[in-house]
Nanobody, 118 residues
Framework: VQLQASGGGLVQAGGSLRLSCAAS????????MGWYRQAPDKQREFVAT???????DYADSVKGRFTISRDNAENTIYLQMNSVKPEDTAVYYC?????????????WGRGTQVTVSS
């Protein structure tokens, strides 16, 4: 299973950006998918997750500004980032839980850089 994140870039504070993450490979279904981020010299942190059924969860720091969505047919998730702040600057990684043979396997994408200028 491969996860390919895209959509990162440079954006001014207050602006918007939309990230995408497409899963490919030997996939029958995917359970939870999500976004995490890692800023320079900081640990990777949770941003948002979405279940296959569409239930979502967000970090307090992004609630009301970011929206996670999902296209199960395309095995793709999105992160709509609005009203971005300089502290949102980080590499954003997507994550997926893939069930297989009674187990669940966790996969990470390579990440996409988001830089917010003040």
């Amino acid at each position: 299973v491969q996860l390919q994140a895209s959509g990162g870039g440079l954006v001014q504070a207050g602006g918007s950006l939309r990230l995408s993450c497409a899963a490919s490979g030997s996939i029958f279904s995917i359970n939870g998918m999500g976004w995490y981020r890692q800023a320079p010299d900081k640990q990777r942190e949770f941003v948002a997750t979405i279940t296959r059924g569409g239930s979502t969860d967000y970090a307090d720091s992004v609630k009301g500004r970011f929206t996670i969505s999902r296209d199960n047919a395309e095995n793709t998730i999105y992160l709509q980032m609005n009203s971005v702040k300089p502290e949102d600057t980080a590499v954003y990684y997507c994550n997926a839980d893939v069930p297989r043979g009674g187990n669940s396997y966790n996969y990470w994408g390579r990440g996409t850089q988001v830089t917010v200028s003040s």
